[in-house]
């Protein structure tokens, strides 16, 4: 079938705030606060003293991202976009006229080590803000670290919603700024059939959990639904299970370097792009080398950002990250969500005068950036921001190229209030 435009998805959004019972990760780290000297707040909301120092001409902030470990694939470009934010910003004069001094930390791929990275970058180390995580596992286990101290972290990743916090930015997608979009996508391309595959860990569960629901509600027949952990290699029974289901689509929620062991297999048994498409919302250009583009070609991603996005931020965001890092580099999603994050970061401390979290908070409410993705915008109540959605097909020069979007940023919904389909889901 021809490909269909869709509407726009745009809707208005009612704002609450989520409460999530996690139990701490961690006991709190016995430090000597202040050893940290003069702060930018004397108590925190929660009763803790800040140590983030305002009198010098620095100011510190944290980038935590897996530098090793299955997760390391995909977040050691998402650290080096932070770093070329930071350097970007330096170069322009800083932030109220401090240079950033970026202090960096590696979560390791393990949920408990980005907990305890996070305390340390807060109290030990007297940062302003962090920028990093990926997996809904290392978000989850760092909450409850930020919440406590009331410290904040910018968090660059699609996720599957259902959350908000006084204390964490997101700005990669909310499931209603890509999971919905590419439901709606395949709907109008006649798919009737879907299986389900994904890493097992929240954010493939919890999106899965969504997609049944649309499902349900749009007349679509969910074949089979698979999970393997993190890091897993052998895909030989999942990709027969998914031949034999002949499913119209495979929707795939896997993250880090399974998707190489997924899409080699998936070749090796003859499934292709025209006979099962996979829709993919963990993949990006940088994964595409990863798995080998001859093993990917023709697949579909739903993200918000391409390096192929035509628009002159993007071009100097491109070139100034290859610049960087090499020519063969190519830029992504989460990559482009974590530079957009340090730049949203400097914005609202200049809106708010203040490195104060209390007076930065405050202050976020239609803060913008025009972002390599396009324009972006914070919603000062639920700490997300708007985004364009983006259907991709990878293409045998290992780029991505829009084959869909929305025409105009979609407002974050993260708990899908605007959508009967998914009563319920939040409980």
């Known amino acids: 079938m021809p490909f269909s435009s869709l509407p726009s ?8 705030r989520y409460g999530i019972m996690i139990p701490a990760a961690l006991s709190a780290v016995a430090l000597a606060l202040s050893a940290c000297g003069s702060s930018a707040s004397d108590e925190s909301a929660s009763g803790g003293t800040s140590c983030v120092k305002t009198d010098g001409d620095t100011i510190k902030v944290g980038s935590l991202n897996s530098l090793s470990g299955t997760m390391a694939i995909s977040e050691v470009t998402v650290r080096d976009s932070i770093k070329l934010a930071v350097e970007q910003i330096n ?5 109220l006229g401090k240079q950033i001094q ?3 930390e590696d979560g390791a791929s393990e949920p408990t080590v980005f907990a305890e990275k996070a305390e340390k970058l807060i ?4 940062v302003a803000a962090v920028f990093g995580g990926w997996t809904s596992s290392s978000r989850k286990a760092m909450l409850p670290v930020f919440e ?6 910018y968090y660059p990743v699609q996720y599957e919603g259902l959350e908000s916090s006084p204390n964490i930015f997101y700005t990669g997608a909310t499931t209603n700024q890509q999971i919905v979009p590419a439901l709606e996508y395949l709907k109008e391309k006649g798919v009737k059939s879907l299986y389900l595959v994904g890493s097992d860990y929240v954010f493939p569960q919890t999106a899965n959990r969504i997609i049944r629901a649309y499902a349900d509600a749009n007349g679509i027949e969910i074949k089979g639904e698979d999970y393997t952990p993190l890091g897993s290699t052998d895909f030989s029974t999942i990709v027969n299970k998914v031949r034999a289901a002949d499913a119209d689509a495979v929707f795939n929620t896997l993250n880090g370097d399974s998707n190489v062991a997924f899409f080699r297999e998936y070749k090796n048994v003859g499934l292709t792009p025209q006979q099962m498409p996979v829709v993919s919302v963990s993949i990006a250009e940088e994964e595409v080398g990863g798995i080998g583009v001859e093993n990917i070609a023709g697949q579909l991603v739903a993200w918000n950002y391409y390096q192929t996005v035509d628009n002159p931020q993007n071009k100097s965001f491109v070139q100034d990250y290859k ?3 090499g020519a063969n580099k190519p830029t992504s999603d989460p990559m482009e969500a974590a530079y957009t994050s340090v730049y949203l970061w400097k914005n609202t401390v200049e809106k708010a005068k203040s490195f104060d979290v209390e007076e930065v908070k405050k202050a976020s409410g239609g803060v913008t950036f025009d972002a390599p993705e396009g324009t972006v915008t914070l919603d000062g109540d639920n700490h997300h921001i708007t985004k364009t959605a983006r259907i991709g097909e990878i293409r045998p020069d290992g780029l991505i190229y829009t084959v869909w979007d929305s025409g105009q ?8 209030e605007n959508y009967p389909w998914a009563k319920g889901l939040g409980n």
């Open 102 to 104: 970026l202090i960096g």
């Open 123 to 126: 109290s030990s180390d007297c």
């Open 91 to 95: 170069d322009n004069g800083g932030v």
């Open 323 to 325: 610049d960087a890092y």
């Open 9 to 16: 998805a745009v809707t208005p959004t009612r704002r609450r």
């Open 148 to 153: 406590d101290n009331n410290a904040l972290l």
């Open 409 to 416: 940023p979609i407002e974050p919904d993260p708990y899908l």
